[in-house]
């Protein structure tokens, strides 16, 4: 024969106030909880599309979102002579690694400034941009030079 054991009260008792505490906590903690916002992770741009002068030029006016213009033209001194207003000199992409802006590329006509664009794309967060036809469509377009 065997011998049952006493059925033990004590964890029941126990049981039964981890589960009043769990469900208390939650009940007292989700309003909380509920307020406390988690900040999405950005995602690095995966692409870069052109911009007609007309469109770089209503996005450089309108500045809804914080943007950088970049002259890549290989000599400096043809940025001295010349630029789109806002503009910075800069021919190294690696420096605008990890950047929120949004960034316009330009060169002479395009063909540097796409490669530059490439070579942004999974290092930056904001929208990448070349200037279609470069600095050149963006005179031809009447658009002001510094």
Avoid at 10 to 35: C, G, H, M, Q, W
Avoid at 69 to 77: A, E, M, Q, T, W
Wanted: glycine share 4%.
């Amino acid at each position: 024969m065997t011998k049952e054991k006493p059925f033990n009260n004590n964890k029941i008792e126990i049981i039964f106030l981890v589960a009043i505490l769990v469900i208390s906590i939650v009940v007292f903690l989700r309003p909380a909880l509920s307020s406390i916002k988690i900040e999405e992770i950005p995602t690095y741009t995966s692409t870069y599309s052109p911009l007609s002068p007309q469109q770089a030029h209503d996005i450089i006016t309108t500045n809804a979102s914080p943007i950088t213009i970049v002259d890549i033209r290989s000599c400096k001194c043809k940025y001295n002579t010349e630029h789109i207003p806002g503009a910075i000199w800069n021919i190294n992409p690696t420096s605008f690694y990890n950047t929120t802006n949004d960034l316009i590329v330009y060169d002479n006509n395009r063909t540097e400034s796409m490669e530059f664009c490439k070579q942004l794309v999974g290092h930056t967060y904001g929208s990448i941009y070349y200037l279609e036809g470069g600095i050149n469509a963006w005179k031809k377009a009447g658009y002001q030079i510094i």
